[in-house]
């Protein structure tokens, strides 16, 4: 009796459970033609954010049906090629069974002529290599930026310095309706354009503009975000103005206006901090500066070519890396327009900056020298730094007719620099012994002007796929720089003085270079899947380079030339260079082999010595690629490229530079050109339905000739440092970003390892130092809409280090970034913003000092009115007055941990306004 009964409330529960799930079911056909739709994508939705539940499709008979769905709202969505989205709402109880007994689908080409169908647009689309994302899917508070949109789309990670990464990659370019904006300056799109501006956010790799033309994929590309904006926002105005002050002195104010009349764009923006806020781009390195890619230009057979006369003056280099304490009044100006049926376009942008910064910096290094013998060098620093900067850049593209176009770009510069730096340094032997003490000033001023340009002429011709193209540039540069250097050093022989030295000169310096490069393009279809590629170049550079030192002659002035540390030098070079590749492109699988080789020719003179030297060399540029694409989500890629890269006018010109004369650079004329082997493998998978995404890549390369350093460090301490050629430099690794949500929440993981073997000389002995960097890293973000954000990510990084030198001394290290920010919305219109950052940083055997911070940043922010267009916001910087400036290196032989003077606490109280009249509309909110 027990059993029986047991059993009757197993079935009932078994029963019950099954009652308790809703099913969805029915019948697809050809409204037309009354045909079964075989195979259509049948999709349940959630109705609030358009986020998949469940899918199916339709068996050969046109059937289908969903079941053990749970009880809510969601939209049924059924699709099929050619034919019109079917979108149907859907609210399913615990019993609900649901059958569409006849859904009828209608051609798109008759949609218009005979039915208009209620249609929901889905979150995500995949077309081809671009991933879609439909921004009014992802709900945002009132006046988001399009960071904050980013933040909750899939597959995407912002960082707390405002980086993107997509889909395992770093993003290099953002563009708002496929253009540049303000010279592709990432963070001045993410941080002011507003997300309810977007209509689409679009993310694919974008091809060179040779392989967008040709339709010949030459392996070139770049991680691009490009943000379509909606129709209706085309037509007004929107911006922020920003003011903040407290305490200390402290204030930060920005301003940005954006008009936008159909295709016509113009913007414009002011900033006036002392925060460490520029708005300019999210790489620390080149927060105030240029990048390196400001002064390069790529010429279409993959080589790239560096303009700049050499290396700038001695002294500060211009750029703003968190050290110090920064004022920055900068602002800039930006028009974009097409017209005449979009077959002209114009881009253009100005940019001024004024920055003055100060502040203190030490460094501590540990040398590793030959015999298990060690040296020290520790140095303290003080600095008081000048730049006035003009930056311009434009774009004129115009269609000539459907099948040629022509585009000229341009870019140049004006800087004023000036940097005033006082140096204290002592030199300790192994056992501690002071060995020598120096104390130097060192005040420049350079001026610094370049101007670049790039004219491209494309032709397509009769046969499909066969096409021709010029390539023109030019790049110019000329700097000078004035100086003077005061030195002063005393040499110790045990704890006594031994010996005095005293440096105090003026120093010159005149460089000027031109590059001129002609290219031309030629691809020749094989078949409808293969073509050939030819091209030819010639590449002219002419560099001088005009450094002098004078020694005092009477107090105050300087006449006596001193030929030790004074040099005249110029570097000419012509390069003819041609190839041929073969590329095929089919539906799964896409290669391209190639190979071009250069006649390098030089003349190097030295116009002092009045010598020349001639010398030529085979060039190689060797190239591969393969793809396999499983599906539109899931592909692998192998690339090989091989690259010679061609000594700097500074490494070759033979000079003795002793702007630091306890650490000397030597030239050498003698420099060959080094080869590099490249190969790289990655391997990318995204689910929709799960919303998992995996990337994972590995690298390897190696270079011959490698330009390494040559040191010898004499019994007094002074090290004399040269560029030679060396063999043996090595470098691998992987990373592996995988993501995927769960319950709504956002949760991704990372895994990197870099194993690096560097070659140089120290006192004549060959140093082989093998060094291994690996970090494994957590982040997961979740939120609400009008209740909260959270964010929280960890990192772990294991660095390892031994040089060939001292085999006993291996350096050893973990460091740790943990970051937890929320935002929470409160009732009133308040809204609680938190940021913790705690970076832990282990000790070591050389270094034993505790160099940990926990910084924490808050605010409170009050919106005012009905459309929320003024904020008030009290914040708080670096709560516990903890952040330090702190970095260390392992690099050749020599360990280097470096402290210096950084922003810390202050608070501020700021005033926004967020305006906008876009598309005849008030704000909106979402």
């Known amino acids: 009796m027990k059993k029986l009964l047991a059993f009757i409330i197993c079935m009932s529960a078994i029963g019950l459970c099954k009652a308790q799930h809703a099913t969805v079911s029915g019948h697809v056909t050809d409204t037309l033609n009354h045909v079964q739709l075989p195979n259509t994508v049948v999709a349940l939705l959630h109705a609030k954010d358009s986020i998949l539940y469940r899918y199916t499709r339709t068996s050969e008979s046109g059937n289908f049906k969903l079941d053990n769905l749970k009880a809510g709202k969601y939209l049924l969505m059924i699709t099929y090629p050619a034919f019109a989205d079917y979108v149907e709402p859907v609210t399913l109880s615990d019993t609900s069974v649901i059958n569409y007994a006849k859904i009828m689908l209608t051609l798109r080409s008759r949609l218009l002529q005979e039915v208009v169908i209620q249609q929901k647009v889905a979150a995500i689309k995949i077309k081809g290599d671009t991933t879609e994302f439909n921004a009014d899917s992802y709900k945002t508070q009132a006046n988001a930026t399009v960071e904050e949109l980013l933040k909750k789309l899939p597959g995407i990670q912002v960082d707390n310095k405002g980086q993107i990464t997509a889909q395992g990659e770093s993003v290099k370019k953002v563009l708002v309706d496929g253009e540049e904006f303000f010279g592709d300056d990432p963070t001045l799109v993410t941080k002011n354009i507003r997300a309810d501006m977007v209509d689409k956010v679009q993310l694919y790799d974008k091809k060179s503009d040779q392989a967008a033309f040709t339709g010949v994929d030459d392996g070139q590309s770049t991680k691009t975000l490009n943000l379509k904006l909606k129709d209706g926002k085309k037509n007004g105005y929107f911006g922020k103005v920003a003011t903040g002050a407290g305490p200390q002195g402290f204030h930060d104010s920005q301003a940005m206006i954006n008009m936008f009349k159909k295709k016509m764009k113009m913007a414009a923006f002011g900033i006036v901090s002392n925060t460490g806020k520029t708005g300019l781009t999210w790489q620390e390195q080149d927060k105030y500066g240029q990048s390196l890619a400001d002064n390069a230009v790529a010429d279409p057979s993959g080589e790239i070519y560096f303009s700049g006369a050499g290396e700038e003056f001695v002294g500060w280099d211009g750029k703003y890396d968190g050290k110090g304490y920064p004022l920055v009044q900068t602002g800039g100006l930006h028009y974009n327009n097409k017209w005449d049926q979009d077959k002209k376009n114009v881009n253009g942008n100005y940019k001024f900056m004024q920055l003055f910064m100060d502040g203190d910096n030490t460094t501590a290094t540990k040398n590793l020298l030959p015999n298990n013998t060690s040296s020290y060098r520790n140095m303290k620093e003080h600095f008081n730094n000048y730049l006035l900067r003009h930056r311009m850049d434009g774009r004129y593209e115009v269609q000539l007719d459907s099948s040629s176009s022509i585009k000229f770009d341009f870019n140049g510069g004006l800087n004023n620099k000036k940097s005033n730096s006082t140096f204290l340094s002592e030199f300790l032997d192994g056992d501690s012994a002071l060995v020598n003490r120096n104390s130097r000033r060192l005040t420049t001023t350079d001026d610094a002007r370049e101007l670049n340009s790039n004219l491209l002429w494309r032709k397509k011709l009769k046969k499909k796929g066969r096409t021709i193209s010029v390539n023109l540039s030019e790049n110019y540069s000329r700097n000078n720089g004035d100086g003077y250097l005061y030195s002063f050093t005393e040499y110790f022989d045990h704890a006594a003085v031994d010996s005095t030295h005293l440096t105090d000169q003026r120093k010159v310096f005149n460089g000027e270079?031109?590059?001129?490069?002609?290219?031309?393009?030629?691809?020749?279809?094989?078949?409808?899947?293969?073509?050939?590629?030819?091209n030819y170049g010639v590449n002219i550079t002419n560099s001088r380079s005009d450094r002098t030192s004078f020694n005092m002659s009477t107090p105050g002035k300087y006449e006596l030339q001193d030929s030790a540390f004074s040099n005249n030098y110029s570097f000419n070079m012509l390069t003819h260079k041609g190839g041929l590749s073969y590329v095929f492109v089919g539906k799964k699988v896409r290669i391209n082999v190639g190979n071009n080789i250069g006649l390098t020719s030089y003349r190097q003179e030295d116009r002092y010595l009045h010598t020349t030297n001639d010398r030529n060399f085979v060039n190689w540029f060797p190239s591969?690629?393969?793809?396999?694409?499983?599906?539109?989500?899931?592909?692998?890629?192998?690339?090989?490229?091989?690259?010679?890269?061609?000594?700097s006018m500074f490494q070759l010109q033979p000079l003795r530079s002793n702007e630091d004369d306890q650490d000397v650079r030597v030239g050498n004329p003698g420099l060959k050109p080094s080869f590099n082997n490249s190969f790289r493998i990655s391997y990318s998978d995204y689910k929709v339905i799960t919303d998992r995404n995996l990337w994972v890549s590995m690298f390897y390369s190696s270079t011959s000739n490698a330009f390494g350093e040559s040191a010898t460090i004499d019994a007094k301490g002074k090290r004399i440092t040269q560029i030679v050629n060396i063999d043996g430099n090595e470098n691998a690794g992987m990373n592996l970003n995988m993501g995927w949500k769960v319950n709504k929440i956002n949760i991704g993981y990372y895994l990197r390892g870099y194993y690096y073997r560097n070659a140089n000389y120290i006192d004549h002995?060959?140093?082989?130092?093998?060094?291994?960097?690996?970090?494994?890293?957590?982040?997961?973000?979740?939120?609400?809409?009008?209740?909260?954000?959270?964010?929280?990510?960890?990192?772990?990084?294991?660095?390892?280090?031994?040089?060939?030198?001292?085999?006993g001394i291996s350096t050893n290290y973990w460091t740790s970034n943990i970051v937890y920010a929320a935002n929470i919305f409160l009732p009133l219109k308040f809204e609680l913003r938190s940021e913790m950052n705690y970076n832990i940083r282990q000790q070591t055997a050389v270094f034993t000092g505790n160099n940990n911070a926990f910084i924490w940043n808050a605010s409170v922010n009050k919106k005012i009115g009905k459309k929320d267009a003024l904020e008030v916001n009290v914040s708080v910087n670096d709560m516990l007055n903890q952040n330090i400036g702190f970095s260390r290196s392992v690099n050749s032989n020599f360990i280097s941990q470096n402290t210096y003077s950084t922003i810390g606490r202050y608070g501020l109280v700021t005033l926004i306004w967020n305006f906008n009249k876009a598309g005849g509309g008030a704000v909106a909110k979402n």
Do not use: C, M, W
């Open 513 to 534: 270079s031109l590059n001129l490069i002609g290219n031309v393009t030629y691809t020749e279809p094989l078949s409808k899947l293969s073509s050939l590629v030819v």
């Open 624 to 647: 591969a690629g393969f793809k396999y694409i499983f599906s539109q989500r899931r592909r692998f890629t192998f690339n090989y490229t091989g690259n010679t890269q061609q000594p």
């Open 765 to 807: 002995q060959l140093n082989i130092t093998r060094s291994l960097n690996s970090t494994l890293g957590l982040n997961v973000y979740a939120s609400k809409e009008k209740k909260y954000d959270h964010y929280f990510a960890a990192d772990v990084t294991y660095n390892a280090s031994k040089s060939s030198v001292q085999r």
